[in-house]
């Protein structure tokens, strides 16, 4: 899904636990978006954002809490 088929004006975002205090690695999310979850680069707040269904965020977020992505 694009950003640009949603309005996310109004979105409140927040950093994730997971960035680190340095200014590196900070991705942000926006929640309250019924079925979908909006990530961006919270150094870059005026930039897209990438709009994930909330199905498949949870499977997501376990498998990089567990470790199940690696590079």
Do not use: H, Q
């Not at 996310?8 to 340095?22: E, I, V």
């Not at 978006?33 to 994930?52: E, F, H, N």
């Amino acid at each position: 899904m694009a950003s640009k088929d949603f309005d996310l004006s109004a979105a409140r975002w927040r950093k994730s636990s997971y960035s680190n205090g340095t200014g590196g690695e900070c991705v942000e999310v926006a929640d309250g978006l019924p079925g979908v979850v909006p990530v961006r680069d919270s150094k870059v707040t005026d930039g897209p954002a990438l709009v994930i269904p909330a199905a498949a965020w949870a499977p997501f977020v376990a498998a990089v809490t567990t470790g199940g992505l690696t590079d």
